[in-house]
């Protein structure tokens, strides 16, 4: 439901000096809303820029937080704060939501800011807000004064900034509490546009929230930034399973990748399987990087060309390769193959078999 606040707001956000001001999605935002009168009433009519009643007094802004969701007899609310590049508006904004489908029913601003909503946003403010205007001094600073030591040595797939999120800096940051402990606060993350209405141009493309951080609490400091296949894929009304399954090992991979960094890659899998026999099995018989058959976590997963799903009864075999670089596609270069199982009835694996 968060999506839907993200969204809304998102829409309203004013593009830093050096990015072009987005075109609002009307089709987006109607349906980020109850009514057309409840979005008439918060969104107001004037153009992004101006002082719109769900903007507490923040007409311009960049930088979008969204607290954690609580319950408000059938409805709920959630606590939301602008930024302009790293400052926070003065209000925080209460958004009253419909709990089944995340739609928003209504907007009221309350006083100043209440840090215990949102733990650990200081770091991602600072960080965030100072790539959006483009300060080298934090861009280019080596050091990473704003992430853990862990973070900042570590490699990820090396198709996109680690800690942004894609090839050039974002032209917004948009984050949602996901859950705190006495440790950590973790975050949905977006460095762009939060979508919930699929685009019919690109219908594959994913809506919601694509990316995930965390904030060390003690340290305060960001010491994870997961960018994009953060989540499993979700079933559709007509799932391909081979499409499925890439998604799903994908979406593993990237834990896996980032275990170091305080991921359990084999929480996050496990629920997948069919049984629980059926993981510990797998997870026992495959290698070094279990399930992927390598020695090492490779930069990607896919079924393997040429190859073409095969069915018997309620089971689906596809036969799933791994790169060590982004798919280069070069016979005889494959990090691992192996077989994976999926019972067709759940979509879930029913197991895995190392073939290289």
Same mark, same amino acid.
């Given at each position: 439901m968060r999506s839907k606040v993200a969204s809304a707001f998102g829409q309203g956000v004013t593009a830093p000096a050096h990015y072009t001001q987005p075109t609002v999605d009307t089709a987006e935002l109607a349906a980020d809303f109850d009514s057309p009168a409840?979005?008439? %009433? #918060?969104?107001? /009519?004037?153009?992004?820029?101006?002082?719109?009643?769900?903007?507490? &007094? $923040? +007409?311009?802004?960049?930088?979008?937080?969204?607290?954690?969701?609580?319950?408000?007899?059938?409805?709920?609310?959630?606590?939301?704060?602008?930024?302009?590049?790293?400052?926070?508006? %003065? #209000?925080?904004? /209460?958004v009253t939501v419909d709990p089944a489908s995340g739609v928003i029913k &209504? $907007? +009221?601003?309350?006083?100043?800011?209440?840090?215990?909503?949102?733990?650990?946003?200081a770091p991602l403010a600072a960080y965030y807000g100072a790539v959006l205007t483009d300060d080298q001094s934090v861009v280019d600073n080596k050091s990473h004064p704003y992430f853990t030591s862990a973070f900042a040595s570590w490699t990820g797939d090396g198709d996109?900034?680690?800690?942004?999120?894609?090839?050039?800096?974002?032209?917004?940051?948009i984050v949602a509490l996901t859950g705190t402990t006495s440790a950590a606060s973790t975050w949905d993350f977006a460095p762009g546009p939060?979508?919930?209405?699929?685009?019919?141009?690109?219908?594959?493309?994913?809506?919601?929230f694509t990316s995930t951080l965390a904030v060390d609490l003690g340290s305060a400091k960001i010491s994870r930034v997961t960018c994009g296949r953060a989540y499993p894929p979700v079933l559709g009304s007509n799932p391909k399973t081979a499409d499925y399954a890439q998604q799903l090992l994908d979406y593993y991979r990237v834990a896996a990748q980032?275990?170091?960094?305080?991921?359990?890659?084999?929480?996050?899998?496990?629920?997948?399987?069919?049984?629980?026999?059926?993981?510990?099995?797998?997870?026992?018989?495959t290698g070094?990087?279990?399930?992927?058959?390598?020695?090492?976590?490779?930069?990607?997963?896919?079924?393997?060309?040429?190859?073409?799903?095969?069915?018997?009864?309620?089971?689906?075999?596809?036969?799933?390769?791994?790169?060590?670089?982004?798919?280069?596609?070069?016979?005889?270069?494959?990090?691992?193959?192996?077989?994976?199982?999926?019972?067709?009835k759940t979509m879930k694996i029913a197991s895995i078999t190392c073939t290289k």
């Open positions: 409840t979005m008439k %009433a #918060a969104w107001g /009519s004037g153009p992004v820029g101006s002082d719109r009643p769900m903007d507490c &007094g $923040t +007409a311009k802004y960049d930088g979008i937080v969204i607290g954690t969701v609580q319950a408000s007899g059938s409805d709920a609310t959630v606590p939301v704060v602008l930024y302009e590049n790293n400052k926070g508006g %003065a #209000a925080e904004v /209460s &209504g $907007t +009221a601003c309350g006083g100043a800011p209440s840090p215990a909503d949102f733990p650990g946003v996109y900034n680690t800690d942004e999120c894609g090839q050039s800096g974002p032209d917004r940051w939060v979508m919930t209405v699929p685009d019919p141009t690109e219908p594959a493309m994913p809506t919601g980032q275990k170091s960094l305080g991921v359990d890659a084999e929480a996050a899998i496990r629920p997948f399987f069919v049984s629980d026999a059926a993981f510990t099995k797998a997870w026992g018989s070094a990087v279990p399930l992927l058959c390598a020695k090492k976590v490779p930069l990607s997963v896919a079924v393997a060309d040429g190859t073409s799903p095969t069915t018997s009864g309620t089971q689906t075999t596809l036969h799933m390769v791994t790169w060590p670089d982004w798919h280069p596609d070069v016979p005889g270069q494959e990090a691992s193959k192996f077989t994976a199982v999926f019972d067709t």
